[in-house]
Nanobody, 124 residues
Framework: QVQLVESGGGLAEAGRSLRLFCKAQ????????LGWFRQPPGKEREFVAA????????YYADSMKGRFTISRENTKNTVYLQMNSLKPEDTAVYYC?????????????????WGQGPQVTVSS
């Protein structure tokens, strides 16, 4: 079982920023695409952003473009999600995930390992 450890969630006011961190075991991290998903209260889990194995290619859900940035630091087995200009509708449990392949993927079935999901709450 591969463990992913997430941190950085919490409470923020609208318009402010938060940064999420997710560290994985090297054997799962190396050569794998990575993604962030979120589950708002009372809703299904949805795609947020993804990055390929090298960090050279990224993809975002439309509502996150220009506000969120996904990045990875392969030497630290860590993926980040920088969230700027937060909105109350960004309130959700956020999950990082490690894909079974090297590209970026937008569907949950492409991911093999999941983090525990820190809560992000944005107040208006």
């Amino acid at each position: 079982q591969v463990q992913l450890v997430e941190s950085g969630g919490g409470l923020a006011e609208a318009g402010r920023s938060l940064r999420l961190f997710c560290k994985a075991q090297q054997r799962a991290f190396t050569g794998s695409g990575l993604g962030w998903f979120r589950q708002p209260p009372g809703k299904e889990r949805e795609f947020v952003a993804a990055i390929d194995w090298s960090g050279g290619s990224t993809y975002y859900a439309d509502s996150m473009k220009g506000r969120f940035t996904i990045s990875r630091e392969n030497t630290k087995n860590t993926v980040y999600l920088q969230m700027n200009s937060l909105k109350p509708e960004d309130t959700a449990v956020y999950y990082c995930a490690v894909a079974g392949g090297p590209r970026y993927y937008t569907t949950e079935r492409s991911y093999d390992y999941w983090g525990q999901g820190p809560q992000v709450t944005v107040s208006s």
